[in-house]
């Protein structure tokens, strides 16, 4: 009982800092119109909006830099190390987003700004979830691994929940006037207070003792050498990751720019779905990993690309027909279901594929390609393909394409359930 109390604290104080990279993700999402006008302001309300987009977005091509760089630093240097050096350059990314003057004031100065915020947060979050999901996998109990390392994205959708609530209790007291001029920077705000508790939380963790029993602690060299031979492995990861980055931030950080700017739905009924999807997703993925740690990771992986290609297109296609706040809420519970269902399986078995003396650097390399290709950039690539098909339902054309490539990783990892195997003779060892 006392065992598992300590890997019940261990669990908490290494994903207090993933709630807070995954905060600031979010509500640079959820903001992305208010911050266009403020530092990227424009006649042209769909190239503001673009351009702000595209920040998001660029944050994410600093991620494999970020899992190259760092995650050698923690495969190195060890995950509690690495975890404090993460937390630190998150804190400054968003210290500069949340105090940085709008355009009127700075001048082309402040969209640069802005910009290398979000540099600095990619930077951190490319070894960010690596680090977290290893450390969470290498302290597991026998047999439950994928319950472990499930707690890695579920601590995200708390983020999404009090970004969530965050945004409904401004939408609340504040106008929408008073929310574009500056009501928006109050979560951002928010974060950076959190910052020194999330700190004085993570600085004590323990190292692992897997990572301790090590006797060769390999250096950048050594590093660069294993990931340059496991280049297949580390693409093969990058296509299975795909499906989980772009469902993710379809449901969560576009969510708020697709219901006001294309279902014409409240601020507030956008905000609430986005807090259901959060509670959702929050109870999938403890529940879905701890089922594929009795069935196995490459059914819940077949099943959920499946259902995706087969249902994605057709469930916004339903929505759009009819925006309401009901059937937003209806797609967005379902595609969470899918989401929840695929990652539960997927970053434990990230975790599992890679060779051990690289494995934050692999895990984080694969998980960062994805993000920097696909996942980041989905909400700016929904909105380029509703404006370029002229269809709204066509984030779900975006969906359908991840799990494609997520139903084919998942055949080439696991053909004749040679990982498995694999998996069950390394854990026996």
């Known amino acids: 009982m006392a065992a598992e109390m300590s890997k019940g604290k261990a669990i908490f104080r290494v994903v207090s800092g993933n709630f807070l990279e995954m ?39 600093m991620r494999p830099l970020g899992a190259i760089f760092l995650g050698a630093y923690i ?44 540099l600095l947060q990619g930077f951190s979050a490319g070894v960010e979830l690596g680090g977290v999901s290893v450390y969470l996998a290498e302290i597991a109990t026998p047999g439950r691994k994928g319950f ?13 929940v009090v970004a969530g609530l965050l945004g409904v209790l401004l939408n609340h007291f504040l106008s929408p006037q008073e929310m574009g001029e500056w009501g928006w920077r109050v979560p951002f705000l928010f ?4 910052v020194p508790v999330i700190f004085f939380i993570r600085r004590s963790l323990e190292e692992t003792p897997e990572f301790q029993a090590r006797t060769h602690r390999p250096t950048l060299k050594d590093v660069v050498r294993s990931i ?21 931030y379809l449901i969560t950080a576009y969510t708020p720019t697709f219901g006001k700017n294309e279902l014409h739905l409240s601020d507030l ?36 690309t499946v259902l995706a290609i087969l249902t994605a297109y057709p469930a916004l296609s339903w929505l759009v027909a009819d925006p309401s706040f009901a059937r937003l809420l209806i797609v967005e519970l379902w595609l969470s279901f899918l989401y929840g269902s695929y990652n539960g399986a997927m ?46 339902a066509a984030p779900g054309i975006w969906l359908s394409g991840a799990a494609v490539l997520g139903l084919v ?11 498995e195997l694999r998996t069950a003779e390394a854990a026996r060892a």
């Open 347 to 392: 970053v434990v078995a990230l975790t599992e594929i890679m060779p051990l003396e690289v494995r934050t650097t692999g895990f984080s390399l694969a998980y960062s390609l994805a993000t920097a290709t696909f996942g980041g950039f989905t909400p700016a690539a929904c909105t380029y393909l509703i404006h370029a098909l002229d269809n709204k």
């Open 75 to 118: 495969d190195r240097h060890g995950r509690r190390k690495g975890l404090i050096v993460t937390l630190v350059m998150m804190a400054l990314g968003t210290i500069l987003i949340a105090c940085v003057p709008g355009y009127a004031t700075l001048g082309v100065a402040a969209p640069l700004l802005v910009l290398l915020g979000r």
């Open 148 to 160: 472990f390392v499930s707690w890695q994205s579920a601590s995200q959708q708390v983020a999404v």
């Open 269 to 304: 009924d956008a905000l609430l779905v986005t807090m259901a999807v959060g509670v959702s997703n929050f109870i999938w993925l403890p529940v879905m990993g701890a089922f594929s740690d009795r069935i196995g990771r490459k059914p819940l992986l077949l099943a959920a």
């Open 228 to 248: 340059v031979q496991n280049f297949g492995l580390v693409v093969a990861g990058m296509a299975l990751v795909v499906m989980t980055t772009v469902s993710f």
């Open 409 to 419: 990783a998942t055949l080439v990892l696991f053909r004749g359930n040679r990982h």
């Open 191 to 194: 974060g950076c207070m959190i």
């Open 23 to 61: 905060f600031d993700f979010m509500v640079y999402g959820f903001y992305a119109t208010a911050i266009a006008k403020t530092f990227f302001p424009s006649d042209n309300a769909f190239a503001s909006l673009m351009l702000s987009l595209a920040t998001f977005g660029a944050g994410f091509l």
